[in-house]
């Protein structure tokens, strides 16, 4: 079904002169064929020179009208995806190396290698908290046993969300911090990232008792930790986080660190 719009209602612009060189390109080419098979004493096709002809007469006619805009337009949208889907084919491999290196590099920040000999990015579990829900994690093994556990935990901050990594020895010791992401005000809350300030390295050898509970908050709130000056609710955020990762794995401590219980045995009376 065709519509009957008014060619001249829509100016050709870049697209038109592209549809009218396309054209006069075909027609060209229509034309050295069959002077080809004159010269070589061939017949041409009628039902061919009839087809060749209709074409050109059809490109003719639309190429001034919005069908072929959009037509063209369409043509171009799908080389494009066509491209955009062969170049994220080809990047996927890239983009997955990367982040693993980045893994393993910010896993090598909070637990050191040599408390382990197995593949500490890939030895992974998950386990669902009461309270801070499905929690994924990395286990550090020497031997068969785990030496520690290495697990993200979030905190809000001034700007959103501040992913923090925690490496935990198996006293509950913290063997080192880092803050994996963050939108905090650049001079101010990104102090927080250890390229920025050592702040961060301040926590290293920390547990829930040392020191107390209660003291794990920033200066301003009564607690033992520096706040930044101009920013004291990122500071805050990546501390409640920390704790909170503290006090997780505390709950959970079996579970991080691989122990099986064995059930006691039964004391019969007679």
């Known amino acids: 079904m065709s519509l009957a719009l008014d060619p001249a209602a829509a100016p050709l612009g870049a697209l038109g002169r592209f549809a009218k060189a396309a054209v006069a390109r ?9 002077r080809f098979l004159r010269v070589t004493g061939k017949r041409a096709d009628r039902k061919l020179h009839k087809s060749w002809r209709g074409l050109t007469d059809r490109l003719e006619y639309y190429q001034g009208r919005p069908e072929m805009h959009g037509a063209l337009l369409g043509a171009f949208a799908m080389a494009s995806a066509f ?6 084919m080809s990047t996927q491999d890239a983009i997955a190396e990367r982040a693993a290196e980045d893994l393993r ?13 197995n593949n500490l990015a890939s030895d992974t579990g998950t386990l669902t908290d009461a309270k801070e829900g499905p929690v994924a994690f990395h286990r550090a093994r020497m031997g068969r046993k785990v030496e520690a556990v290495a697990f993200e935990i979030i905190g809000q901050g001034y700007g959103g969300s501040i992913k923090v990594l925690l490496g935990i020895d198996t006293a509950g010791r913290l ?8 939108a905090e005000t650049p001079g101010l809350g990104d ?11 301040g926590f290293d050898g920390l547990s829930l008792g040392n020191p107390p509970v209660a003291m794990w908050k ?20 990546v501390v409640a986080a920390i704790r909170r990762g503290l ?24």
């Not at 075909?26 to 069959?34: C, T």
């Not at 709950?251 to 691989?258: E, G, H, Q, V």
Request: aromatic share 10%; hydrophobic share 35%; no cysteine.
């Open 26 to 34: 075909v027609k060209k080419s229509a034309n050295y064929a069959f």
């Open 83 to 88: 491209l955009l889907g062969t170049a994220n």
């Open 191 to 201: 102090k927080i990232e250890q390229q920025k300030s050592d702040w961060i390295l």
């Open 175 to 182: 063997l080192g911090v880092r803050v994996l992401s963050h």
């Open 247 to 270: 006090e997780l794995f505390q709950r959970d401590r079996d579970r991080f660190l691989d122990i099986v219980k064995k059930p006691g045995k039964v004391k019969e009376t007679g």
């Open 105 to 117: 590099y910010s896993l090598s920040q909070v637990v050191p290698p040599e408390i382990y000999d």
């Open 218 to 237: 920033v200066k301003k709130d009564g607690g033992r930790f520096d706040q930044f000056s101009g920013a004291t609710i990122t500071p805050r955020a």
